[in-house]
């Protein structure tokens, strides 16, 4: 995957605003979801556009994490964490799968087969349009810290009460959140997929997205999954030519970029990433020759790919840091898929959204069940 740092948005006038909808209605279907590979705390039964909890056990164990060298993305944190679950679920884990907060919070339902241990966990990343694989290396240590408290809400479910400490109200929401962060693209509080609903074209390479947030409400039946609906804009997962081709509004296969389309080209593709697609299993990083002499792009894509090069009047990409540039071709980059678009968007692509956006009940009804099956709720 490469991130383009000087690739050739729209200069328009709207944010990509959030467009959400809000549903609450109450019905009466039995499916049930039981979270038991992660805390085995807690199931809901279905209904139209709420979900109420229906059972929940008390047996989850709160550890807390320190992680260094210290890292300030939790992004990162999830990702150590996840590739540590990974390596030792089965071992020193004792099997159990826990949910984790991207901070300090590690639950498990039940005890781990140890108070405090510390981990070595190797995580590779990639450079950026460099295709170097290089290894980190982080200490992870686990350690016992408290028995959550989960009692209350075996009284809320009961009907014994109608509120629920935040403790445990904040464990299922993490397991919940985790759940959904392993399926879907995480937009602040916001998931969003392609399989809610057939993403519809907002032009210019664009394409809306469905997608939920999810919250836990205390309400007289016990305690409740509330889904809201929003819409956002997406990039489509092009061909780079082909997007660019859109973003300009005309042909780019047999015409060179003027200047005006290079700048408004660049800034269509800064910080956008993509994946190439003339590697296949060959090695990544090769020598331009052995007396490391030049070689146009057109020449070393050739012998070292044996990738033609059809499109050479359009410009390179520019992949990498300043300090390491590489140069690939348009025709051998492909969009990635799952990339929310941030940028302003144009009066047209807003009027597109905000229909897509207006639904009548029974189709936000249709489309929040939609939700429920794919997270088998």
């Keep these: 995957m490469e991130d383009a740092f000087s690739g050739l948005g729209n200069g328009t006038k709207f944010d990509n605003k959030v467009l959400q909808t809000s549903h609450s209605t109450v019905g009466h279907l039995s499916t049930k979801l039981r979270l038991s590979d992660v805390l085995n705390a807690v199931s809901f039964s279905k209904s139209r556009q709420t979900f109420p909890c229906t059972s929940v056990e008390d047996a989850t164990l709160f550890s807390e994490v320190t992680i260094e060298p210290e890292v300030g993305s939790t992004k990162l944190n999830i990702a150590i964490m996840t590739q540590l679950v990974k390596l030792h679920r089965d071992t020193d884990l004792g099997k159990r799968l826990p949910v984790y907060d991207g901070r300090k919070a590690f639950y498990t339902a039940g005890v781990l087969p140890f108070t405090s241990k510390e981990f070595t966990i190797q995580l590779a990343e990639e450079d950026e349009g460099l295709g170097i694989i290089r290894e980190r290396e982080f200490k992870v240590t686990i350690k016992f810290a408290a028995r959550a408290g989960m009692h209350q809400l075996h009284e809320l479910i009961s009907g014994k009460q109608i509120d629920t400490s935040l403790e445990a109200r904040k464990i299922i929401a993490i397991v919940l959140k985790q759940l959904a962060c392993q399926r879907y693209v995480s937009v602040g509080r916001f998931f969003y997929s392609s399989n809610i609903k057939r993403p519809q074209l907002l ?8 997608g939920f947030y999810q919250s836990l409400k205390p309400t007289q039946m016990g305690l409740s999954l509330n889904i809201d ?26 015409r060179p970029l003027s200047d ?4 408004k080209v660049k800034k269509a593709l800064r910080g956008v990433k993509f994946e190439v697609t003339h590697r296949g299993n060959m090695r990544r ?24 090069i059809r499109h050479s009047h359009l410009p390179c990409l520019l992949v990498g840091s300043a300090r390491k540039v590489n140069y690939l071709p348009m025709e051998a980059c492909k969009i990635v898929e799952g990339q929310r678009y941030s940028k302003r968007l144009n009066d047209k692509q807003i009027t597109s959204l905000l229909k897509l956006s207006c639904q009548r009940p029974k189709e936000q009804e249709a489309e929040i069940l939609q939700v429920g099956i794919l997270n088998n709720w």
Excluded: H
């Excluded at 082909?242 to 047999?254: N, R």
């Excluded at 030049?294 to 044996?306: H, N």
């Design 260 to 263: 005006a389309d290079c700048v």
């Design 229 to 254: 609906m929003s819409a956002t804009a997406f990039i489509e997962p092009l061909p780079v030519i082909e997007f660019v081709a859109q973003v300009l509004g005309k042909d780019v296969y047999s």
């Design 285 to 308: 990083n090769f020598p331009v020759d052995e007396e490391k002499n030049m070689k146009s792009v057109i020449d070393y894509f050739q012998e070292v790919y044996g990738f033609t």
């Design 203 to 210: 032009g210019n390479g664009l394409q809306s997205w469905r």
